[in-house]
């Protein structure tokens, strides 16, 4: 991991960018599956929250309840 004054670090797994990653500094992991539609957020503690991506668009630009950015 690799963090620039306190932002996530966000990456591909693969070549394809079926799945997103964002790599937070206080240790949480959001998993992006695109074609599954479903962000996986897990915690140091191994606690793991499933919820269905949320087009922005759809919302009026929101983020969704529950998965904004971790509290540091």
Not at 59 to 65: I, Q, S, T, V
Request: hydrophobic share 30%.
């Amino acid at each position: 991991m690799c963090f620039d004054q306190g932002k996530p670090f966000v990456y591909s797994r693969d070549e394809s960018c079926a799945v997103l990653v964002t790599e937070w500094p206080n240790g949480v992991v959001d998993t992006h599956e695109v074609a599954e539609g479903v962000v996986t957020r897990r915690w140091p503690d191994g606690r793991e929250l499933r919820t269905p991506c949320v087009d922005p668009d759809a919302n009026g630009g929101r983020a969704r309840p529950g998965l904004g950015a971790p509290e540091l």
